[in-house]
Protein backbone atom coordinates (compact mmCIF):
# COMPACT_ATOMS: atom_id res chain seq x y z
CA UNK A 1 0.00 0.00 0.00
CA UNK A 2 1.36 3.57 -0.99
CA UNK A 3 1.47 6.64 0.94
CA UNK A 4 -1.01 8.18 -0.98
CA UNK A 5 -3.52 5.12 -0.78
CA UNK A 6 -2.86 5.67 3.07
CA UNK A 7 -4.69 8.80 2.68
CA UNK A 8 -6.70 8.63 0.17
CA UNK A 9 -8.74 5.55 2.89
CA UNK A 10 -7.79 7.95 5.83
CA UNK A 11 -9.23 11.11 4.01
CA UNK A 12 -12.61 9.03 2.69
CA UNK A 13 -13.21 7.49 6.41
CA UNK A 14 -12.77 11.08 7.69
CA UNK A 15 -10.39 10.80 9.91
CA UNK A 16 -7.63 12.90 11.34
CA UNK A 17 -4.00 11.28 11.45
CA UNK A 18 -4.55 10.82 15.05
CA UNK A 19 -7.47 9.00 15.01
CA UNK A 20 -6.35 7.12 12.39
CA UNK A 21 -3.31 5.69 14.49
CA UNK A 22 -5.71 4.80 17.68
CA UNK A 23 -7.28 2.89 15.34
CA UNK A 24 -4.57 1.06 13.86
CA UNK A 25 -2.87 1.00 17.29
CA UNK A 26 0.33 2.75 15.66
CA UNK A 27 1.55 6.14 16.66
CA UNK A 28 0.72 9.03 14.85
CA UNK A 29 4.55 9.37 13.22
CA UNK A 30 4.22 6.00 11.79
CA UNK A 31 1.27 7.19 9.71
CA UNK A 32 2.54 10.70 8.90
CA UNK A 33 6.02 8.71 7.87
CA UNK A 34 3.54 6.33 5.30
CA UNK A 35 1.74 9.06 4.30
CA UNK A 36 4.36 10.97 3.42
CA UNK A 37 5.80 8.46 0.73
CA UNK A 38 3.47 9.49 -1.76
CA UNK A 39 3.40 6.43 -4.64
CA UNK A 40 5.82 4.44 -2.59
CA UNK A 41 5.49 1.45 -0.49
CA UNK A 42 5.06 1.72 2.95
CA UNK A 43 6.30 -1.20 5.12
CA UNK A 44 2.80 -1.52 6.66
CA UNK A 45 2.64 -5.00 8.27
CA UNK A 46 0.39 -7.06 10.55
CA UNK A 47 -3.01 -5.98 11.54
CA UNK A 48 -2.25 -2.27 10.91
CA UNK A 49 -2.42 -3.48 7.05
CA UNK A 50 -5.38 -5.83 7.68
CA UNK A 51 -7.44 -2.57 8.91
CA UNK A 52 -6.19 -0.41 6.42
CA UNK A 53 -7.09 -2.66 3.35
CA UNK A 54 -10.44 -3.37 5.11
CA UNK A 55 -11.74 0.43 5.32
CA UNK A 56 -10.16 0.60 1.79
CA UNK A 57 -13.14 -1.21 1.08
CA UNK A 58 -15.47 1.26 1.92
CA UNK A 59 -16.58 4.19 -0.33
CA UNK A 60 -18.41 7.53 -0.06
CA UNK A 61 -21.18 7.50 2.41
CA UNK A 62 -20.13 3.91 3.78
CA UNK A 63 -16.27 5.05 4.51
CA UNK A 64 -18.35 8.23 6.31
CA UNK A 65 -20.14 6.37 8.60
CA UNK A 66 -17.18 4.12 9.63
CA UNK A 67 -15.22 7.31 10.12
CA UNK A 68 -18.16 8.57 12.33
CA UNK A 69 -18.57 5.35 14.34
CA UNK A 70 -15.16 5.48 15.17
CA UNK A 71 -15.79 9.09 17.06
CA UNK A 72 -19.11 8.28 18.44
CA UNK A 73 -19.78 8.99 22.17
CA UNK A 74 -17.05 11.67 21.73
CA UNK A 75 -14.42 8.60 21.79
CA UNK A 76 -12.81 5.95 19.35
CA UNK A 77 -15.09 2.75 19.29
CA UNK A 78 -13.26 -0.56 19.78
CA UNK A 79 -11.98 -3.00 17.16
CA UNK A 80 -14.80 -4.96 18.43
CA UNK A 81 -17.46 -2.41 17.36
CA UNK A 82 -15.45 -1.62 14.03
CA UNK A 83 -15.91 -5.47 13.33
CA UNK A 84 -19.70 -5.38 14.14
CA UNK A 85 -20.21 -2.20 12.10
CA UNK A 86 -18.87 -4.08 8.89
CA UNK A 87 -20.35 -7.09 9.22
CA UNK A 88 -24.19 -4.84 9.52
CA UNK A 89 -23.30 -3.14 6.45
CA UNK A 90 -22.45 -5.76 4.99
Excluded: H
Amino acid sequence: MTGNQVRAVRESAELSVLELAEILGVRASSVYRWEAGGNKKSRIDGLPYKLLLWLGDFTGKDAKAVGSAFRSDGALCSLRKLVDIAYKNA
